[in-house]
């Protein structure tokens, strides 16, 4: 009876509780929904940049991080082909690389370009190589004069497929060394940036370039699962060989790893604003409520309720408007991101979607802890806001209140 | 047997910087199945008295005791306790719950008192049927008459069983039919049930069904007249 006498109170004034609702289900919609495309775009800018070349975890010399020179590489990579070949589970991916900086040149221009040797059957499974070659073709295993380029660097360039592209960069012997490659492919990356960094040869062109026999100057690991990294970072460094250095995603990426670590926080905050605006709604109609209904919480207690007790009813009544508007919130919001789950285009922001390495399309991520987060927030929130009237009306003398007309 | 006790009780209210004496130095006994009448003018302090019988609020001095029980003094919960227990009211503007339907308006007294629903039910229809209301269980507030309406008031109130019923002007709000049917109700109450009512009034009407009239005037009884 006390649930359907709350329920009957509720809609004693369905305008306001139509308000009510509405305050509720708009804030839970926009937490779920906004949530889901924060989350989206956090994403985005971490796959980006894991595709980006990065990977999971890299294997490197030493000091090669903070000065990637060709000094700095690994002349004999086989204990490191050793240990993975031992320790990474069957479903992951690998593949050596030389990455150095270097010039791009033609006739007409130069350019800044990092160079990258590359393993042509084993690169596409670990980052965006491959994947996006747009015109001519992507490099073969045993193309030793073939160069794949981005679109950005051919545009700026002015060149095209066929033509010659020279590499300069710093051999091992400290000298120039120079090479010229022939443009097989171009590519398309997210990011324009990347078009315009990023070259790729085959890894015997690139030691040829550099005038190194067998060496690396790092190895590239990409796990099925990106939650794996931890514990397999910790087993590979237990057996890794002297000199060398492992790096997980984390430490490669700490400007984004502190945005992430600090993406929760934000959530929060954001759910917070959001409270804050509805929860204002959320007293004044239910102070009101109990205002026009002093002369019934009067008799109540004239007829021996005890003050708990109504405020128990208070926040019953309260409570069922939280629930069916978070039950009406959270529907829109799960329709909202499966709506959109092909995708958002952010075509027309493209540039300043990639100054923070964000896709053009962004896919809405909606997590459990999100929507829990999002419900814990107004639920709680929502209940501690209405213990205010809920307590006014536990306050209420019978002989006041049957004194008002 | 006396059922209230009220032993020199006063009452003052302060009105900005002025006290009022509401009552002054009150003494009574009433009855156990007594059909009481507190008349007087308004301001005589007749619903003060009222209220203070029923744990609503508490003298300035003096004492009061209910059934035995010295209520003067008692906490806010031993008093919501007491007011469950032992006393009915009935108000001069009904004051039903409007969302809740006669039978059920009823039952609420009955449902935070903890009996069961099977039980509430019959005992509500019951008491609805002495006062006149078969068939109109169902019936909310708003599609009831003022009279129907307190009618259902004083089931409520009579529905526990209480020690004593207490009635502040209940047929103020009534035409004079509706009124002289309403007492005889509760006449019938006093009687077949052996219910005591107390009532505060200045219609001459319930006046005259009084057995006992006490009569106030500014705060002090000026006669008492058992019929």
Not at chain 2, 98 to 116: D, H, R, T
Not at chain 2, 138 to 163: D, F, T
């Amino acid at each position: 009876m006390q649930l359907q006498l709350a329920w009957r109170n509720i809609w004693r004034n369905p305008r306001r509780t139509l308000i009510i609702l509405t305050a509720v289900v708009i804030g839970a919609w926009t937490m779920l929904f906004f949530g889901a495309l924060s989350r989206g775009m956090a994403e985005s800018m971490l796959t980006n940049s894991i595709n980006n070349l990065t990977g999971h975890i890299q294997i490197q010399k030493q000091g090669y991080r903070d000065d990637p020179v060709v000094e700095n590489r690994i002349n004999d990579p086989t204990p490191i082909k050793a240990l993975l070949d031992q320790d990474l589970p069957p479903e992951a991916k690998w593949a050596f690389r030389i990455e150095v900086n270097g010039v791009a040149s033609n006739a007409r221009n130069s350019k800044g370009v990092t160079i990258v040797g590359i393993d042509p059957d084993r690169e596409p499974d670990l980052s965006f190589y491959g994947q996006s070659v747009t015109e001519g073709r992507a490099l073969r295993p045993d193309d030793a004069h073939g160069i794949l380029v981005g679109q950005g660097l051919l545009d700026s360039m002015d060149t095209k497929p066929g033509r010659k592209i020279v590499l300069m960069t710093q051999g091992a012997d400290k000298e120039t060394a120079s090479r010229a490659f022939k443009i097989r492919g171009v590519y398309r990356a997210e990011l324009e940036a990347t078009e315009k960094r990023y070259v790729f040869v085959t890894l015997p062109a690139a030691r040829k370039l550099l005038g190194v026999k067998n060496a690396v100057t790092s190895a590239c690991i990409r796990l099925p699962e990106r939650e794996q990294v931890g514990p397999m970072a910790e087993t590979l460094g237990k057996h890794l060989p002297k000199g060398l250095s492992l790096l997980t995603w984390e430490d490669m990426l700490p400007l984004l790893t502190g945005y992430l670590s600090m993406f929760d926080s934000f959530m929060f905050l954001w759910y917070l604003v959001v409270f804050v605006a509805m929860g204002f709604g959320i007293v004044n109609t239910t102070l009101m409520a109990v205002l026009e209904r002093t002369r019934e919480f009067g008799l109540l207690k004239a007829l021996g309720m005890k003050p708990a007790r109504i405020v128990r009813g208070v926040l019953t009544e309260c409570l069922i408007l939280l629930l069916v508007g978070l039950v009406a919130g959270n529907a829109l919001g799960l329709l909202t991101v499966l709506v959109l789950s092909g995708g958002i285009d952010l075509s027309f922001m493209a540039e300043g979607s990639q100054y923070f390495g964000m896709s053009h399309l962004i896919f809405p991520k909606l997590m459990a802890r999100d929507v829990v987060a999002a419900n814990g927030v107004i639920l709680v929130l929502g209940l501690l806001v209405s213990l205010y009237p809920a307590l006014k009306a536990g306050r209420i003398t019978p002989v006041e209140a049957m004194a008002q007309t | 047997m006396s059922i209230v006790h009220i032993d020199n009780v006063t009452k003052t209210y302060r009105q900005g910087k002025v006290d009022v004496h509401a009552l002054s130095g009150i003494s009574l006994d009433i009855s156990k199945g007594g059909f009481t009448v507190l008349a007087g003018p308004s301001g005589s302090g007749k619903t003060t008295l009222l209220n203070l019988m029923g744990g609503l609020d508490n003298p300035t001095s003096g004492s009061i005791t209910l059934d035995g029980e010295v209520i003067t003094g008692l906490s806010q919960s031993r008093l919501a306790d007491m007011r469950l227990e032992k006393i009915g009211f009935v108000f001069q503007a009904y004051n039903l719950i409007p969302v809740l339907s006669a039978q059920e308006n009823v039952e609420y007294v009955m449902l935070m008192q903890g009996v069961p629903a099977k039980e509430r039910s019959e005992r509500a229809r019951a008491v609805l049927d002495d006062v006149g209301l078969e068939g109109k269980y169902s019936r909310r507030p708003a599609e009831l008459s003022g009279g129907q309406q307190q009618r259902v008031a004083v089931a409520r109130a009579i529905v526990s069983h209480p020690s004593i019923v207490l009635a502040d002007e209940p047929t103020a709000n009534l035409d004079s039919k509706t009124g002289q049917g309403l007492l005889e109700i509760m006449c019938e109450m006093n009687e077949k049930r052996n219910a005591t009512f107390i009532f505060s009034t200045h219609d001459q009407m319930v006046m005259d069904y009084a057995k006992r009239l006490v009569h106030l005037k500014d705060g002090r009884i000026v006669d008492d007249e058992t019929r």
